[in-house]
């Protein structure tokens, strides 16, 4: 047996097909269990959850060595690894990280708080090589994806992003890129609500219909599991359902949105990344896949550099766009078809006719654009404006003003509705209507 | 000798992992290929491709201390059985045709549980296969959960 280098196996430490570890006790008795997950540390360590393994964990601290059997769920190929333990930690970055994949994995069984990680356990590999294949016919290895260069195009397209002025512009480079570059299939941005209770979907690529407007839980699926941890998660393949049920049970449309999800119904693999700006959440950036293993963790890496990029750019752009000065009445005249529209308050949702169209801060701000084009005829307004407006209630600290914006002008061109919103410059909104709006109010 | 509803399961389509041990005590893995009762029940045998693991079986002569774990890949039911080695031989022919039969009863279940022929055909694997035999002395419950590591038996 040959030594393999440990950075080689990326597909062994997806938790796909369960490890297998080997300890002894003092006596000299053997021990032999199944882990859920070994986690890629670096070139000489890796990391074991410690769950419930108790015998493995006190053999482990008698003697210190253990054996274990890396399976790559691509190939079938099975490596032996033999590991000394190193230190245990129930905090920091590798911890969270272990954290989350479990609680993914074994939410479904609801057995979260039994399954609850104790530590993550860090060990040096001492020895790592590949078991005989015995009668199987051994095809190459699939050459793995070259890491660096993902990365450096991450880089690359992170400084574009950097460079981009406007935050509308600035979601469509990073998807395009996403998906034309990188190749992820399909992608998503999505947004949080003023409660943090729901993410909607404010650009997608790959999918049959936009989707703009549609809602998921945060909490739920993958996307709202990295919107509740703020931190990246990855299932390679979500074909076993028992471990991967509560995520792949993708993100679903919560009852009262009746834009359908874009997502895919079945996807094997997916990945999100958080958005994150100012030290808060703007967004999460997803991308799935109907194949397993579609995504790798330098892919992992690459959506988190550009997700963090997106956020912290939104953030600034939040920030910037504040408009020069408050706008005159623009006068323009009000004529053309009727276009009816109700206004619900108690959510803050907009039907246009008998269509709905969007909820929350988005619907409320349409509900006020359109009032003070009827009660004053205008259709120019400033961002700043609003900031300051007491009846649009925005959050005085992170309004994430623009992204709403952004949400509410992409639902409305979608939507083919009678609406248009404008960005003439900066800071600046300006409403097109294409006949004379009549607000019914619904309480 | 093990309880009937144990040793039923032990020889179904169940995964199969063992581990022995050298002088040093340090540890070596194998993957079994087929378990069933000997000896009106008081011994089992388990089949173990001795190309693919060399080190588990230079680890065992009788007296030599064994682990084999057993899982349900359907419901996770977990068993782990420990024991002291009686014989190890090459496989009869009789054995490989045992061996043959759970190949085909593993394949079926971990197929239409969406496992790859690729990831199957690894392991499962009838070259140089060597029959382990080995005399129960405890059975843990290791199904995932509280209860995992509970001892449920002490065997005579």
């Given amino acids: 047996m040959t030594a393999v280098p440990l950075q080689s196996l990326h597909a062994c430490f997806e938790g796909v097909i369960p490890s297998i570890i080997a300890t002894v006790d003092a006596a000299g008795v053997p021990n032999i269990s199944y882990l859920s997950h070994v986690h890629y540390v670096d070139e000489e360590h890796v990391a074991l959850s410690n769950q419930y393994f108790s015998k493995t964990a006190a053999n482990v601290r008698d003697r210190g060595t253990a054996a274990l059997i890396l399976v790559d769920g691509r190939s079938g190929r099975q ?17 969270d990280r272990m954290s989350d994949h479990l609680s993914a994995m074994s939410a479904r069984q609801g057995m979260s708080d039994i399954m609850a990680l104790r530590s993550a356990d860090l060990y040096r590999v001492l020895r790592c090589e590949a078991v005989p294949a015995v009668g199987v016919n051994e095809e190459a290895p699939p050459a793995p994806p070259d890491a660096a260069a993902r990365l450096a195009a991450a880089a690359r397209l992170a400084g574009a992003l950097a460079r981009e002025a406007d935050a509308d512009a600035m979601i469509d480079l990073a998807l395009n890129s996403l998906h034309r570059d990188f190749g992820f299939p399909h992608l998503m941005v999505l947004i949080p609500d003023e409660g943090g209770a729901r993410l909607t979907v404010i650009a997608s690529r790959g999918y ?16 709202g599991t990295v919107a509740a941890t703020l931190r990246p998660l990855r299932l390679a393949d979500m074909s076993r359902g028992r471990r991967y049920a509560e995520a792949a049970r993708a ?24 958005m994150i700006g100012r030290g808060e959440l703007t967004g999460v950036l997803l991308a799935e896949a109907a194949a397993r293993f579609a995504f790798t963790r330098a892919d992992e890496d690459a959506l988190g550099l550009v997700a963090g990029q997106l956020g912290a750019a939104l953030a ?21 078809p009727c276009i009816r529209i109700r206004y619900f308050p108690f959510d803050d949702s907009i039907f246009i006719g008998e269509d709905y ?34 009846r649009l209630r925005l959050p005085e600290v992170k309004d994430n003003l623009e992204t709403r914006l952004i949400l509410l002008r992409r639902r409305l061109e979608e939507h083919e509705a009678p609406l248009r919103l404008l960005r003439p410059e900066r800071g600046r909104i300006r409403l097109e209507i294409g006949g004379t709006p009549e607000i019914e109010v619904v309480t | 000798m093990i309880d009937n509803a144990i040793a039923e399961f032990v020889e179904g389509a169940v995964m199969t992992i063992l581990a022995s041990r050298d002088q040093g005590f340090h540890p070596a893995i194998g993957r079994g290929v087929g378990t069933r009762r000997a000896a009106d029940g008081h011994l089992l045998d ?54 043959h039969a759970y190949h085909r009863d593993i394949h079926r ?22 029959c382990l035999r080995y005399r129960p002395t405890d059975v843990f419950v290791q199904t995932p959960g509280p209860r995992a590591g509970t001892r449920l038996e002490q065997c005579p």
């Fill in chain 1, 79 to 95: 490596y032996r690894l033999d590991i000394a333990f190193v230190s245990s930690s129930r905090e920091g970055e590798l911890f």
């Fill in chain 1, 208 to 223: 049959e219909t936009p989707g703009t407007g549609a809602e998921v839980a945060v909490g739920e699926g993958v996307a």
């Fill in chain 1, 251 to 274: 993100e679903r449309p919560l009852p009262r949105a009746a834009i359908p999800y874009p997502g895919l119904g079945d996807p094997l693999s997916q990945m999100a990344a958080p």
């Fill in chain 1, 316 to 336: 600034l752009h939040d920030l910037a766009a504040e408009g020069a000065t408050a706008q005159k009445p623009a006068g323009t005249g009000i004529r053309g």
């Fill in chain 1, 357 to 390: 169209l969007i909820r929350g801060i988005s619907g409320r701000l349409l509900h006020h654009f359109l009032r003070l084009h009827l009660d004053e005829g205008r259709s120019d307004f400033t961002n700043r404006e609003l900031r300051v407006d007491p």
């Fill in chain 2, 46 to 99: 388990t089949m173990v491709s001795r190309a693919q693991w060399p080190d588990l079986i230079a680890n065992l002569a009788p007296g030599a201390p064994l682990a084999v774990t057993f899982v349900a890949p359907d419901d996770y039911r977990t068993f782990q059985i420990k024991g002291v080695i009686e014989a190890v031989t090459p496989a009869s022919d009789g054995d490989r045709a045992f061996t």
């Fill in chain 2, 109 to 130: 279940v971990l197929t239409a549980l969406g496992v790859t022929e690729g990831q199957i055909g690894f392991w499962l694997t009838d070259a140089d296969l060597w």
